[in-house]
Each structure stands twice: as structure tokens, then as C-alpha cells.
């Protein structure tokens, strides 16, 4: 409800804000922009229009060096047609995580990429495309984990042995998901605890520099670190 959003930024209601996982066309940042909201993103900014972004307070993990070091293990393992399911293009955290892939394997096949929507049934959708076009893929990396979860699925539903006949990398290290799959899944882990503690302290900071007319704080970009399971 973005008119509702807009009238209570607007009101005066608080004094700051963080906004997460935007997407191109998300009209939240000029909400902010008009009501003169102090902001900080959880992501990159990569929206329609966005200023420069050394201008815009925001905390990020690694998209691209976690997915970088993701296919660098599974190409290391001896895969030789690792997969990609990406996620909604209009995110950074997609393209940024799809960039790494490319950067790991610069002619990639373009039939090795399937889009997803960082869900588990558009992951499991994804993974059907997946072994139609490239019935020899023998590695997926996932963008998040709920994607990797339903590629999971429909792989033991075919029959293919993880990580035998095909290894599995996800995103995220999601609690609920990472470690609860049969096998357990290797994936790339983001401080999403940290990170939420980064854009508080942000925006903290801004708002008292702000007071004292100072510049706003500088972006901060995490660290990642992949965590190997058993599904590869």
C-alpha cells in the first residue's frame, strides 16, 4: 500500500528508514526522495533512476565474489556444465550473483541459465528447463536457497543421485532451508543478522550527521563465505 507508505513517511511519524530487497521499478525510493526521509537500502541500488551510487547509504553482501567462489568449487570439483538458476533480473542481488557466474565461466552456454523468482516452486520450475535443454548438465548453482530447495526436488523425483550425478550450490544459508534438505545443501552464506545491524547503524549515523550537516556514512559491502554440505 505505497499511498499509505507515503502519507505516514510523510506525517512525520519517524525519523528514518531502511527498505529492503527493492526492485528496478520500486517506487519506495522516491517516496523517501519527496517525504526527505533519511534512508538506508539492504541492497544495492540498481532501481530506475537511482543517483549515483556513492550518494545512497545501503549495506549489500558479495552477490557476485559469493557466486564467483560458488562456481569456482563446483568447476574445482571437476564439473564441467554447471547450471544456473538466476533470479528476477529486475534485483541486484540477481544479476550481481549471475555476473559471478559468468565471470567463472566466460562462455557459458546461454541454455544453462534458467530464470527463477528466489521461490521454491519457480526453482523446481526452473530445474525442469533445465534437464529439457541440457539433459548432460552435471552442477547447479542456485541464487538463493528456496530456489535450490525445488531444484532439489525434481532432481530426486527424476531419479538423479546429489551430488553424484549432479552437485548443488544455493545462496543464502537459510536456517530453514540449507540444513534441513536430504543431502544438506552447500551454499554461500551472507551475516543477514550483521547486515541488518550495519543499516541501523547507518542510519543512525546519518541522521546525527545530518543534524550536524555533515555528509552521509559511506555503503558498506559484507563478506561472504560458502559452506560446504553434502550436496556438493
Same mark, same amino acid.
Given at each position: 500500500?505505497? +499511498? ?9 511519524? #519517524? ?6 530487497? /527493492?526492485?528496478?521499478? +520500486?517506487?519506495?525510493?522516491?517516496? =523517501? ?20 551510487? @556513492? ?19 563446483? &568447476?574445482?570439483?571437476? &564439473?564441467? @556444465?554447471?547450471?544456473?538458476? !538466476? ?15 559468468? +565471470? ?13 523468482? $528466489? ?11 533445465? *534437464? ?8 547447479? $548453482?542456485?541464487?538463493?536457497? /528456496?530456489? !535450490?530447495?525445488?531444484? /532439489? ?7 538423479? !543421485? #546429489?551430488?553424484?550425478?549432479?552437485? *548443488? #550450490?544455493? $545462496? +543464502? ?31 543512525? &549515523?546519518?541522521?546525527?550527521?545530518? &543534524? ?12 561472504? =563465505? ?7
Amino acid at each position: 500500500d505505497y +499511498d499509505r507508505i507515503a502519507r505516514y513517511l510523510a506525517g512525520g511519524h #519517524v525519523d528514518g528508514a531502511l527498505a529492503f530487497s /527493492l526492485h528496478t521499478d +520500486d517506487p519506495i525510493p522516491e517516496i =523517501t526522495r519527496r517525504a526527505g526521509m533519511p534512508t538506508v537500502y539492504g541492497g544495492r541500488p540498481g532501481w530506475t533512476k537511482a543517483p549515483d551510487h @556513492r550518494a545512497v547509504p545501503y549495506v549489500d553482501a558479495d552477490n557476485r565474489g559469493g557466486a564467483r567462489e560458488a562456481v569456482r568449487y563446483l &568447476r574445482d570439483l571437476g &564439473r564441467r @556444465r554447471i547450471a544456473h538458476i !538466476a533470479g528476477p533480473r529486475d534485483q541486484t542481488s540477481a544479476t550481481d550473483r549471475l555476473d559471478g557466474y559468468r +565471470d567463472v565461466l566466460l562462455d557459458e552456454d546461454p541454455a544453462l541459465i534458467a530464470e527463477g523468482a $528466489f521461490t521454491e516452486e519457480s526453482g523446481a520450475r526452473a530445474m525442469v528447463t533445465l *534437464l529439457e535443454r541440457c539433459p548432460g548438465l552435471d552442477a547447479v $548453482f542456485a541464487a538463493n536457497d /528456496l530456489m !535450490a530447495s525445488g531444484a /532439489l526436488r525434481v532432481l530426486k523425483e527424476r531419479g538423479i !543421485a #546429489v551430488p553424484d550425478e549432479v552437485a *548443488l #550450490v544455493g $545462496f +543464502d544459508d537459510m536456517d530453514s532451508v540449507a540444513g534441513v534438505t536430504d543431502p544438506p545443501l552447500t551454499t554461500v552464506q551472507q551475516d543477514i543478522e550483521g547486515q541488518g545491524r550495519l543499516m541501523a547503524r547507518l542510519l543512525l &549515523r546519518g541522521l546525527d550527521r545530518e &543534524r550536524e550537516g555533515e555528509e552521509a556514512p559511506a555503503s558498506v559491502i559484507t563478506p561472504t =563465505t560458502l559452506v560446504r554440505r553434502a550436496s556438493a
